[in-house]
């Protein structure tokens, strides 16, 4: 049976200061995430790359990603996650820093593969030290941190069709500096608060960790949820990965800042389910596996009407829809294996997230790929399907 976490968890005011630090973390983090999206449509030209290959930063990214999870789940619940953290955000703003100055193609996919383990570091750990700080409030604390995320997301497009996309390499250079002032305010905050955030990890009994592992791998509601994130993965990260290029050959006249915002529009609608999800107590008892399921169904029949409606409006409507009715996918998935096995969230974290972000890498390359040989059309119905079968995933988890 998944143990019980027996400390006690009166931590709202010793911590707060460190929380709202990694709330502020995820919201850069996801700024990051969504760069690449944001300016696919410059990177491909400067680069003289075609449809079949527009997708290889991104898949770079999240393997990447993958990589990083892989190696630090062995250790991921013995190491104090703020470490872990702040090591993750200073490769991050490095990694960014030299992206942005002009690199042969080759070096610049190797940049993306560093980079992306940054994205990897930092996105289950922050998931797993918020769970950790408040695993009596995880619906609720992980909810807000992806509505954090959505909220860097949304501004990221808005920013670089601003700036202007042409400028993307001077961009990636801002958004450095502005994760090497987060890594800065990290630090303080953890110093801050170090006492009462060092008490919490310090509590975590690493012996009952490794022993109820076995019983992490031999749950079958594990396998039903990590499935239901790949999925998830499939349908986000092709969405998030390729709607500007979408949008800017299916509607042509609507110019750069029409088409940026199909992203922003997107993390919009996620971003309101998901603050809402966290905000709102009533939302905190709607049962996770109906909202998985429910989510993920709907959204899937919204992406559709969507794209085969062919009119640029509806398909922003849909896409707002789409956001609002699986937004809280991630948040729940996490919360759900984190709560079953409150010893082991470094490990479920790590799980989930190596599905996700395979469903991240997979999506971006296949989509390039369906564009190339049989249109933009087809190529956007992959999320419509993958965040259906999301969806079905969710069914057989069972009650804990």
């Given amino acids: 049976m998944p143990d019980k976490r027996t400390r006690t968890t009166n931590k709202s005011t010793s911590t707060a200061k460190y929380t709202l630090a990694l ?26 790359i075609d449809l079949n290959n527009g997708g290889l930063m991104t898949f770079f990214q999240y393997i990447g990603g993958i990589a990083a999870i892989l190696i630090l789940s062995r250790f991921a619940d013995r190491f104090k996650k703020p470490v872990i953290l702040m090591i993750g955000l200073s490769v991050a703003a490095a990694s960014l820093l030299i992206i942005g100055g002009y690199q042969p193609f080759a070096f610049f996919m190797v940049l993306y593969l560093i980079f992306g383990a940054s994205l990897g570091i930092l996105d289950t750990n922050n998931n797993a030290a918020l769970t950790d700080l408040y695993p009596d409030k995880m619906n609720t604390v992980l909810s807000i941190l992806h509505g954090v995320c959505g909220i860097g997301a949304v501004m990221t497009p808005i920013i670089t069709a601003i700036a202007g996309t042409s400028n993307w390499k001077s961009i990636y250079q801002g958004v450095a500096i502005v994760v090497a002032i987060i890594v800065v305010l990290q630090i303080t905050m953890y110093f801050s608060d170090k006492k009462a955030v060092d008490r919490v990890y310090d509590s975590i009994d690493h012996n009952e960790s490794k022993a109820s592992s076995k019983a992490f791998f031999a749950d079958k509601n594990i396998w039903f949820a990590t499935f239901s994130m790949l999925f998830f993965g499939l349908s986000q990260g092709g969405l998030i990965t390729w709607i500007v290029k ?35 107590p009533i939302f905190d008892k709607w049962d996770s596996r109906r909202i998985i399921v429910l989510g993920g169904l709907l959204a899937g029949v919204s992406l559709c009407a969507g794209v085969l409606s062919g009119n640029y409006y509806i398909f922003m409507v849909c896409v707002f829809l789409y956001g609002i009715l699986n937004g809280a996918t991630i948040p729940r998935i996490v919360a759900l294996m984190n709560g079953w096995y409150p010893k082991n969230t470094g490990l479920s974290s790590s799980l989930s997230f190596t599905a996700l972000y395979s469903g991240f890498a997979i999506a971006a390359l296949t989509m390039g790929i369906l564009a190339a040989a049989f249109g933009m059309t087809v190529m956007m119905l992959l999320p419509v399907i993958a965040t259906v079968l999301s969806g079905v995933a969710a069914i057989p988890i069972s009650k804990k």
Avoid: H, K
């Avoid at 709330?23 to 003289?48: H, K, Q, R």
């Avoid at 800042?257 to 998901?274: D, E, P």
């Fill in 246 to 280: 979408y949008n800017t050959d299916v509607f042509p006249s609507i110019g750069s800042f029409g088409w940026a915002m199909g992203l922003s529009i997107y993390w919009l609608g996620a971003t309101v389910c998901r603050l809402c999800m966290g905000l709102i």
């Fill in 23 to 48: 709330y502020a973390g995820a919201m850069i983090f996801n700024m990051c995430v969504n760069l690449t999206g944001s300016v696919l449509n410059e990177i491909m030209g400067d680069y003289d």
